[in-house]
Every structure is written in C-alpha cells, then in structure tokens.
C-alpha cells in the first residue's frame, strides 16, 4: 500500500507561481511511476504531468506544457509540480497519483493504483 500526502496548494495571482509537492512512503520511491492529475468544479479529472521511475520520461497535458514542469527526488520520496504563468483556468484540486509499475501512456488515471486526497490550487484573475 502506497500512501501519498499532497502539499503546497494555495491562492496566487495569474501570472504567478506555484510549487505542489507529494510525499509517497509504503514502498521504495524510486519504484514508482509518478503523476499529476487534476479536477476543476463541474469538470472531469484531467491529467496533468507524469515521470517515469528513473525521470528518464516526463509528459504533459498539451494546457500546461512549456508552463509547468514535474521533477522528482528520490532521496527524499517526493515528486513535485512547479506551476508558472498560472492562469484562471488552472483553478482546480491538484491530485498526486502513483503506479508500481512502468506506465504505458501515462496519461490514463486508469494505469494508477494510488492517489492522494489532493490540493485546492485557485489562481485569480
């Protein structure tokens, strides 16, 4: 069992900047595929990033590349979400999820077995 702890929500401007990070314990960090999804009001949960086990492969959803960017730190069993030029529209609970497995799209919220309980992200206009 993986538990998985978000951290680093809040209230920014657009325009801004923001850091969210997940600290996962359980199982050997370095073991774990690692990804981002997120769920606005009224709106299905939508991917946002992922890394491979190694960080030899990182995705994005096309709304946030060149914008964020995801990273991990094994020796300390986090993954992160650095959040720049934050807009409106990326108002949403930011979810941290987890596979013990290598992901085949990396994308598909189906190919994790763990998730957090995630963090408010509000960005005002």
């Known amino acids: 069992q993986v538990q998985l702890e978000e951290s680093g929500g809040g209230l920014v401007q657009a325009g801004g900047s923001l850091r969210v990070s997940c600290a996962a314990s359980?199982?050997?960090?370095?073991?774990?595929?690692m990804g981002w999804f997120r769920q606005a009001p009224g709106k299905e949960r939508e991917f946002v990033a992922a890394?491979?086990?190694?960080?030899?492969?990182?995705l994005y959803a096309d709304s946030v590349k060149g914008r964020f960017i995801i990273s991990r730190e094994n020796a300390k069993n986090t993954v992160y979400l650095q959040m720049n030029s934050l807009k409106p529209e990326d108002t949403a609970v930011y979810y941290c999820t987890a596979a013990g497995w290598a992901l085949t799209t990396m994308s598909a919220s189906s190919e994790y077995g763990w998730w957090g309980q995630g963090t408010q992200v509000t960005v005002s206009s």
């Open positions: 890394i491979s086990r190694s960080s030899g492969r990182t």
């Open positions: 359980g199982r050997t960090f370095s073991s774990l595929s």
